[in-house]
């Protein structure tokens, strides 16, 4: 099976849940899955740009990227979370080969222009994905690992979303799975407990009605055009569970949230 997995957050600076994420990536592999990693690193990006005096600001759930910002992400994810899982991957026993949206042309994007949305600057959409050379990873037994950063028609690199870039990646790449590892239990309802299965369709009220905000409204986007794409399974895991993603075709799992349609 293809599986496409994306872990960011808080996750990727704990170097125990790293290393238990590699562990399970390794396992993944050894069964024969074809693996594809997608990562963020917004917590260790806004450290990062605090640390040179630099605000961040977000609009639904997303970086505000000015050239300085863009500059310091394509450093930070591309450059230091990427050799780090690399390394952690390595360590496991596994192959990966660290990459960006540029690299190969992997991912290419174009600027975000939502209607009536505020500019966000260097924030990019993927609009085309190189599946050929995912196929040749695979073939190698090689695990790609990608930063969220994509080089654009015009040249220019643009921060994207995480969990929209694992989006493109999994329907790109006919994936079975997608799983968003994240910091929280899962998609909470409106009286706080974490929602096992959550219906597609009731993901535009729950928008709405605000019962969720911030960094989940992307996920939860990212997560609908996934099902509309044909992505069997799509489910929201917390990183605390990463043990269970060898198990995620073959157990049931009572953990995160899984979206179905």
């Given at each position: 099976?293809?599986?496409?997995?994306?872990?960011?957050?808080?996750?990727?600076?704990?170097?125990?849940?790293?290393?238990?994420?590699?562990?399970?990536?390794?396992?993944?592999?050894?069964?024969?899955?074809?693996?594809?990693?997608?990562?963020?690193?917004?917590?260790?990006?806004?450290?990062?740009?605090?640390?040179?005096?630099?605000?961040?600001h977000f609009v639904q759930?997303?970086?505000?990227?000015?050239?300085?910002?863009?500059?310091?992400?394509?450093?930070?994810?591309?450059?230091?979370?990427?050799?780090?899982?690399?390394?952690?991957?390595?360590?496991?026993?596994?192959?990966?080969?660290?990459?960006?949206?540029?690299?190969?042309?992997?991912?290419?994007?174009?600027?975000?222009?939502?209607?009536?949305?505020?500019?966000?600057?260097?924030?990019?959409?993927?609009?085309?994905?190189?599946?050929?050379?995912?196929?040749?990873?695979?073939?190698?037994?090689?695990?790609?690992?990608?930063?969220?950063?994509?080089?654009?028609?015009?040249?220019?690199?643009?921060?994207?979303?995480?969990?929209?870039?694992?989006?493109?990646?999994?329907?790109?790449?006919?994936?079975?799975?997608?799983?968003?590892?994240?910091?929280?239990?899962?998609?909470?309802?409106?009286?706080?407990?974490?929602?096992?299965?959550?219906?597609?369709?009731?993901?535009?009220?729950?928008?709405?009605?605000?019962?969720?905000?911030?960094?989940?409204?992307?996920?939860?986007?990212?997560?609908?055009?996934?099902?509309?794409?044909?992505?069997?399974?799509v489910r929201?895991?917390?990183?605390?569970?990463?043990?269970?993603?060898?198990?995620?075709?073959?157990?049931?799992?009572?953990?995160?949230?899984?979206?179905?349609?």
């Open positions: 099976m293809t599986i496409v997995v994306k872990i960011g957050g808080a996750a990727l600076d704990d170097a125990a849940v790293v290393e238990r994420f590699a562990h399970s990536i390794a396992a993944m592999v050894k069964d024969g899955h074809r693996v594809a990693v997608v990562h963020g690193g917004g917590a260790a990006l806004s450290r990062t740009l605090r640390r040179l005096g630099c605000e961040s759930g997303l970086r505000v990227t000015d050239a300085q910002t863009r500059d310091i992400a394509l450093m930070v994810l591309a450059g230091q979370l990427n050799k780090q899982l690399v390394a952690a991957m390595g360590k496991a026993g596994q192959f990966a080969l660290g990459l960006c949206g540029g690299d190969l042309g992997l991912f290419r994007a174009q600027k975000r222009c939502g209607k009536g949305e505020e500019d966000l600057g260097y924030v990019g959409e993927i609009c085309t994905v190189e599946r050929r050379w995912f196929d040749t990873l695979w073939q190698n037994g090689v695990v790609p690992v990608i930063a969220s950063i994509a080089l654009g028609m015009d040249g220019e690199y643009y921060n994207v979303n995480a969990d929209q870039m694992a989006t493109a990646c999994a329907i790109a790449c006919q994936a079975q799975a997608l799983v968003f590892l994240t910091d929280v239990p899962g998609v909470k309802g409106g009286d706080g407990a974490v929602i096992r299965w959550l219906d597609v369709r009731n993901i535009a009220a729950m928008v709405e009605n605000a019962t969720v905000s911030g960094g989940m409204l992307p996920k939860l986007e990212a997560c609908t055009r996934a099902k509309q794409h044909g992505i069997a399974r929201i895991l917390p990183a605390s569970s990463v043990e269970l993603l060898p198990s995620v075709f073959t157990q049931r799992i009572d953990s995160g949230t899984e979206v179905l349609q």
